[in-house]
């Protein structure tokens, strides 16, 4: 037996042929679908990159407890547990989250593994005069974005881009191994993540009009482009998609020509989805986890029971891929892997509502009827603690600062009796903000109106505290979003009515830039430029106090006020915004 999982990141369910997208090039998703069981209520779990990939090696959610990071010491593997019985496991990646602090103990499960360099910045090609870089409407500037530019030099061919790489290696496992028995080899490409980077071919597939600035890679922040823009960079993502399906077709022709269908378990998946000017927002984490982004793609053969052109509707999350390969290869799965199998043969329930979220931010549940988005009961999102044995963020480690008030706590169900080190959390974006919601996909399948229904809301705030106590999240987290860690729930806990009103203030769009006046100094200006000057600076302190006040500008100091404004959401009220313009446009 031979399992082979191909996984991509960002990748848009709603944009793919078997789930409704009828304008992009993606013939071979099509196929897939021809050849699989095709999920139609699969969800995310744990977000965004990293989180998800603890699911799916340990079969559990990661939010809960900690943001990104990796793997923590008392964790199970899916992939290590199947090389200690006897199955080669392969990774063939160009992710580069992998290599960083956040993400450094992955890898080393795998029997074998491989990486390719370039993508999103990785720093990679050392190049001390900067690169040349068009004009763009890139607001958001991090190191990694120069870096970008340097590595793009080096991919100048559909051959040395690191997707293609990645398949190459991905295939020559196969190949090289097609005789042999019980081997895993997940091949995982970065792509369709920002930057949207492709090859002229994808692009000719989405021809368009278009004279504006280079704009492959959005900020994570409301949507301030003009309509040709954010279609510019619609046909972009859909290029880089269309890519990914080529890449795909080399899998599946693989398996064609090998006969790999009789004994091989193929899994197509991805981590979560990309919003692209969707409900006004791009990207993904500052805004709530909206079903663009967590109702996920999902498609598996499985040669045992030979289900192809079927849908299934059960409700799975990515906690359930690790517990379908162990079972798939006859490996107990240890107590503490929480997710199931995935119904392939048989189209039968495996939970009756699944979690999923980042963490410090909104905690989500469904049924696969209702969504509830339950945000913190206090506008200071607290308390919030991370758990770890492991204190590193992203691409560092965690701070002397951070770590000055460290204390033990006591071990969780799943720690193995270890206790982990407990230190204040932090959100990027406060949940708050956006209040808690509460949708009906089958009445409001784009979840554009939330709902204020307290008897629902009852039910599912009660599903969410059974999974929450399931999960033994830290008390702590019921705390934070104002729920009783023990007893039922009741009327007092609700939210969704209170805070409906910030919800709406929320989600109102921003009204386009040539609504406002423009001056010497205007929205356009960068936050340092108005931060310098003594009378813009006090138009800020004045009508947006709290922007000053937050980490937001501690990063992204060199961005536009419209690009802060739209990463900061109800932060900053269009009342508030326009006022500001006035007073900036009279300077």
Known sequence: MKAIMVMFDSLNRHMLPPYGGDWTHAPNFARLAERTAVFDNAYAGSLPCMPARRELHTGRY????????????????????????????????????????????????????????????????GQVADPEIPEDLKGFRPEFYRQDWVNRQYMDTEARHP????????????????????????????????????????????????????????????????????????????????????????????????????????IVNTDHGFLLGEKGWWAKMVQPWYNELVRLPLFVWDPRAGIAGQRREALVQTIDLAPTLLEFFGVDRPADMQGAPLPVAHDTPVRKA?????????????????????????????????????????????????????????????????????????????????????????????????????????????????????????????????????????????????????????????PPLEDFPEGRLSLRTPMRTLIDDPAAGEVLRRHLPGLLDSEILQVLKSARLIDVAGLAGGQVPTTALRAVAEELAAI
């Not at 491989?114 to 090609?125: A, C, L, S």
């Not at 993540?193 to 002229?200: A, I, N």
């Open 62 to 125: 990661n939010f809960l407890h900690r943001s990104w990071g990796p793997l923590e010491p008392f964790d199970d593997s899916m992939p290590e547990l199947l090389k200690q019985n006897g199955v080669h496991t392969h990774l063939a990646s160009d992710h580069p989250h992998y290599w960083e602090d956040g993400g450094a103990t992955y890898h080393g499960r795998y029997s074998t593994w491989e990486f390719f360099r370039g993508q999103e910045g990785d720093p990679w090609k």
């Open 354 to 510: 699944g979690l999923f979220g980042i963490h410090g931010g909104h905690v989500n549940i469904t049924d696969g009827r209702y969504v509830y988005m339950r945000a913190p009961v206090s506008a200071d999102n607290s308390p919030l603690y991370e758990h770890t044995l492991m204190p590193t963020h992203m691409r560092g480690r965690f701070s002397p600062a951070e770590l000055a008030d460290a204390e033990l706590a006591a071990p969780f169900a799943f720690t193995k009796g270890v206790p982990t080190l407990r230190t204040r959390g932090r959100s990027f974006i406060n949940p708050y903000l956006h209040g808690t919601l509460l949708f009906d996909l089958q009445a409001d399948p784009q979840q554009l109106a939330p709902l204020v229904d307290d008897e629902t809301e009852l039910r599912m705030a009660s599903l969410l505290v059974e999974l929450m106590r399931a999960n033994d999240a830290p008390p702590s987290q019921f705390e934070r979003l104002g729920l009783p860690a023990e007893g039922p729930v009741a009327a007092a806990h609700l939210l969704a009515r209170a805070q409906h009103e910030q919800a709406a203030l929320a989600a109102q769009p921003l």
């Open 163 to 266: 997707q293609t790489l990645t398949f190459d290696a991905g295939l020559e496992f196969i190949r090289t191994n097609k005789d042999a028995d019980r081997w895993f080899v997940q091949i995982e490409t970065f792509d369709p993540h920002e930057p949207f980077f492709s090859h002229q071919r994808y692009k000719d597939l989405y021809p368009h009009d278009y004279d504006g600035p280079h704009f492959d890679w959005p900020d994570y922040k409301r949507v301030t482009e003009t309509d040709d823009q954010v279609a510019h960079a619609r046909n972009e993502y859909a290029a880089l998609l269309s890519m990914c399906d080529h890449s795909l077709g080399r899998v599946l022709d693989a398996m064609d020509e090998l006969d790999l269908w009789d004994d091989t378990l193929l």
